[in-house]
């Protein structure tokens, strides 16, 4: 992944320098559609929409004019409130298609003041072409004629825009990188839904899936010397030893070190576990962050591992060796839970209902860490 640094917060490419000039060259075709035969004037905002402009223009196929507008902003009254004025408008614009380009349109509050001084021009038409724009962020309600891509509610630089006056000459567009690093355990008895969730969560932050269970059945799968291994455990439903898992763990870690983020699911299993891993992940200047823990009823999760077991996804599933895990769970596993409530990293969930209500609930308590 190609970051950049910019006053040493660090960024990391979200949109490709090929993916701009695709959006670009599709504003600028329907601008060539659509108003080839007026008399237009387009109006760039400084500094941010140069780039845009100068991409825009250089394949703007029809005669036009360009004058570049710069907006200067201010703390009015309190009546007044935030006042942008626009400099440079000495073009004449009166009976004229003109066409606004702006780099962003975040709130909208700029470009609403511009639209205002604008008209005052009297153009027969105004028309707005932004590269980006923020609908999360925007809160008012003027159309918006042509838009080149629209963005998440994140700060970003590249392409004309900037941070504190420095990355708009890069090509590409950097999203500012969270430095807020997510070592979350998912935690819960067989058939919690710790997969199902693990799975939302890593896409929304962009984790790397530890499942113990996943590696350890991919290597069963592989028939490698760990799988064989691990075989005769997990068959019974019982546990493969600390040393195994643990090494498996770290392997992957070193593998990802450039992650924003693990999720560990089916690990710590025991407190010894939790003891260990919790040792080599401060090591690792990486401590764990929180324990979210899926509560959910035994007769709901019986129903639920009877349910998957019909599917036959997993030869643990099976009511006998679902009896045993359940077991397992109480006697070793639970026990995982009060080390984390007393280091006050726990987070419990209620792991019953929609999927997506459960979610929710996830991203809030993360959202809170
Ligand atoms: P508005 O909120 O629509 O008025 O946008 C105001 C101005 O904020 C834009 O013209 C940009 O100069 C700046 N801006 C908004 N979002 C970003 C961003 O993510 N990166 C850099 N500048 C931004
Ligand atoms: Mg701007």
């Known amino acids: 992944m190609k970051t950049i640094q910019i006053h040493g917060k660090e960024f990391e490419v979200s949109i490709t320098e090929e993916k701009i000039q695709q959006a670009v060259q599709r504003v600028a075709n329907d601008l060539n559609r659509d108003l080839r035969g007026k008399e237009v004037v387009f109006l760039p905002i400084l500094n941010g929409a140069f780039m845009f402009a100068s991409d825009i223009f250089r394949r703007i196929e029809f005669d036009a004019r360009i004058s570049f507008l710069k907006t200067e902003s201010y703390t009015g009254t309190s009546s007044t409130g935030h006042i942008t004025q626009v400099i440079g408008l000495n073009e004449n614009i009166k009976g004229k298609t003109v066409v606004i380009l702006e780099d962003i349109i975040d709130s909208g509050l700029t470009m609403e003041n511009v639209i205002e001084q604008v008209r005052a021009g009297e153009p027969a038409e105004i028309k707005i072409a932004t590269f980006l724009f923020k609908p999360d962020a925007f809160v008012k309600d003027f159309h918006i004629d042509y838009i080149a891509l629209k963005i998440p509610n994140d700060f970003i630089v590249g392409y004309g825009l900037d941070y504190d006056g420095f990355g708009r000459n890069y090509r590409d567009i950097y999203t500012v990188k969270s430095d807020k690093f997510l070592n979350l355990l998912i935690f819960g008895a067989p058939g919690a839904g710790k997969g199902t969730q693990s799975k939302q969560i890593i896409e929304r932050y962009n984790l790397v899936h530890l499942s113990t269970g996943d590696i350890l059945r991919a290597e069963i799968e592989q028939n490698s010397r760990i799988g064989q291994l691990a075989k005769r455990y997990m068959t019974n439903g019982g546990f493969v030893p600390d040393e195994i898992v643990l090494s498996m763990i770290m392997l992957k870690i070193m593998e990802n070190k450039g992650a ?34 899926l509560e959910v009823g035994t007769e709901e999760l019986k129903r639920r591992l009877v349910e998957r077991g019909k599917t036959g996804r997993r030869a643990d599933d099976t009511p006998d060796i679902i009896e045993n895990r359940i077991k397992i769970y109480h006697e070793k596993t639970a026990p995982v839970k009060e080390y984390y409530r007393e280091q006050g990293k726990l987070r419990e969930v209620h792991g019953e209902g929609a999927i997506e209500d459960i979610f929710r609930n996830i991203e809030g308590i993360i959202e809170n860490l």
């Not at 690990?267 to 929180?290: G, H, K, N, W, Y």
Request: glycine share 6%; proline share 6%.
């Open 260 to 293: 924003s983020g693990f999720i560990f699911d089916g690990f710590p299993r025991t407190v010894e576990q939790a003891r260990r891993i919790d040792a080599l992940m401060r090591e690792e200047s990486m401590p764990i962050s929180a324990m979210i823990a």
